[in-house]
Structure formats: C-alpha cells, structure tokens
C-alpha cells in the first residue's frame, strides 16, 4: 500500500553533483517529517539529513553540512536531496525515511570517482 521509490542516483566525478528523489505513494507524505539515510560499503546505515512536515526546518549531519540541501514539495508527495561537491566518501546507497518509521524503498546508488 505505501511505497517509497528513490532515484536520480549515478556515477559521478568529485566535485560533482546530483539531485536525489523519493517518491512516496498514499496520503501518508505530508504528515511525516522525513529523512535521508546512506549505507557506504561495509558500513553501517547513517543518518544524512531531515526535513520537518512543513519543510520550514532542517538539520545535517555534520559530514554533508554545507554541501547538500534537503526539500520536500507535499503537493507531488516527493523529497528531495541536493548533492553538490561530492567526494569519493559520500559513495553509498541513500534511502528516503518517514521519521520514526522502520520503512526503506530500495534505495538509489551514488558512486563518486576520484
């Protein structure tokens, strides 16, 4: 019933940029606030950044601070991630989150080259 869909991942060289997307299907969109998650190859899973409902509040962890920008527009139900000057260490796979919830699509893939 509720799906989350990511994309907009890719290989890129550092320095580089991309935008991310979620797409998340139901009512449900609006009334979470949301995060990005990573998982870089034999690591665990960490928290990148988070949006509130409204989208007036935001918050970064501080490895990606000044660097990416998170958005969300509840009238398509899609959040967003702006990646710009990207480095070989934001390789990963990033996931889209409703706050508090243990629900993951199946990710997209960001592959930065040195």
Known sequence: QVQLVESGG???QAGGSLRLSCVV???LFSNYAMNWFRQ???KEREFVASIARSGV???Y???VKGRFTISRDNAKNTLY???N???PDDTAVYYCNPHGLELWGQ???VTVSS
């Open 25 to 27: 299907s139901g009512r």
């Open 85 to 87: 000057s990207l480095k």
């Open 107 to 109: 990710g997209t893939l």
């Open 40 to 42: 870089a190859p034999g």
């Open 10 to 12: 890719g290989l890129v």
């Open 81 to 83: 991630l702006q990646m």
């Open 61 to 63: 962890a501080d490895s």
């Open 57 to 59: 509040s935001t918050s």
